[in-house]
């Protein structure tokens, strides 16, 4: 009989429930929050404020699509970590409270493992493969070498892909978040167009904040000569600031993946939403005749179905924790 684990997420401004059976999604419900977009970012307070509003009626709602009983589930897991304290205390709070009050083990879950877990919800990669994780907060290149063994080879020494996807698009003037509104655009534009500043890091590391500083001071001077500059050039702007962020992603995966003569490559995190960055992944892929693992779009983004695969495999290793686990805001994976 497989076992039935409900699973939580709240670090950031996302409320989710997932139900599953066995490494089978029976529900998979999330909440977004709208109340951060004229702040142009997520303000931690109103965030934790809106998980408190939405927790009871995800879970609810999550249980009842996945036609189960309350007492039918056998665990729940939870994001303890990395993310905003406030927002992880609520989803943690939850699903403490819940598994006393059915008197059922707890398994916690790093936000950054899941998003890599995420692929084994309707794929199957085969160990050890690479992972480029990309995120808001977060850019990683993982060497995944079982489901819950993994090290880091490299990550963002300052902003996050995700990152440089908001900023860039903030000064651009589009709102938060701009990482998909950059990505609708630059569908439209040519990527060669505006050549913006790649880093020179050493390793497999990342870093996105000069790419930032190079559109800035770039629009400052093409603004002064014409103001109208942006919104005649906006979509060649994101397909260019598009093409960057990807380049400098996907140079770095390919030495990585060379090095430690790993075949098979996935993406995983919010960004790994971006269109451009899916099909330059899978150009890469094709050329070293490598297998690449893309997520679902529902996936992609912060969603519970991802904290409940891993809570899944946490089950199976008896790794579970007690009512005095408390959240982690820097959670790092190894
Ligand atoms: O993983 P995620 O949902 O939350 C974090 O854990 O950070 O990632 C959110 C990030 C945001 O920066 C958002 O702009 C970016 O993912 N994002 C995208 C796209 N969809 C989401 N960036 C570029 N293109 C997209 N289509
Ligand atoms: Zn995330």
């Known amino acids: 009989m497989s076992t039935i684990i409900l699973a939580i997420e709240s670090s950031c401004d996302d409320t989710s429930a997932a139900v599953c059976k066995g490494a089978k999604i029976l529900a998979n419900i999330t909440a977004s929050q709208q109340v951060h977009e004229k702040w142009g970012g997520v303000v931690p307070e109103l965030a934790s404020r809106a998980h408190q509003q939405n927790i009871v009626p995800v879970v609810d709602l999550a249980i009842k699509t996945a036609g189960i009983s309350p007492d039918e589930i056998s665990a729940?897991?939870?994001?303890?970590?990395?993310?905003?304290?406030?927002?992880?205390?609520?989803?943690?709070?939850?699903?403490?409270?819940?598994?006393?009050?059915?008197?059922?083990?707890?398994?916690?879950?790093?936000?950054?493992?899941?998003h890599i877990l995420a692929h084994f919800i309707d794929q199957q990669p085969s160990f050890p493969f690479l992972c480029l994780t990309v995120s808001g907060g977060?850019?990683?290149?993982?060497l995944v070498k079982d489901f819950l063994q993994m090290e880091i080879l490299g990550e963002t020494l300052d902003d996050a892909a995700g990152e440089a996807f908001d900023k860039s698009a903030k000064l651009l003037g589009l709102p938060y978040p701009g990482g998909p509104l950059v990505d609708k655009l630059a569908a439209l534009g040519n990527p060669l167009k505006f050549p913006f500043a790649e880093p020179q890091i050493a390793n497999y590391d990342f870093s996105f904040s000069g790419v930032k500083t190079s559109v800035l001071y770039f629009l400052q001077k093409e603004v002064r000569k014409n103001p109208d500059f942006i919104a005649q050039n906006i979509n060649d702007l994101c397909a260019s600031i598009q093409y960057t962020i990807v380049t400098i992603l996907l140079k770095k995966l390919e030495l990585a993946a060379l090095h430690h003569g790993v075949k098979e490559i996935a993406l995983a995190g919010g960004v790994s939403a971006n269109s451009g960055l899916r099909s330059s992944f899978q150009t890469l892929a094709d050329k070293h005749h490598w297998q690449a693992y893309v997520p679902a779009f529902e996936y992609c983004t912060d969603n519970a179905a991802m904290i409940a695969i891993t809570g899944h495999y946490k089950?199976?290793?008896?790794?579970?924790?007690?009512?005095?686990?408390?959240?982690?805001?820097?959670y790092p994976l190894s």
């Open 315 to 330: 089950y199976l290793a008896h790794q579970f924790v007690g009512q005095d686990t408390e959240p982690i805001a820097r």
């Open 76 to 114: 729940v897991a939870f994001t303890r970590g990395p993310g905003l304290i406030g927002s992880l205390l609520v989803g943690v709070s939850f699903a403490k409270a819940f598994a006393l009050a059915k008197n059922i083990p707890l398994i916690e879950v790093n936000h950054i493992q899941a």
């Open 138 to 142: 977060h850019t990683q290149i993982v």
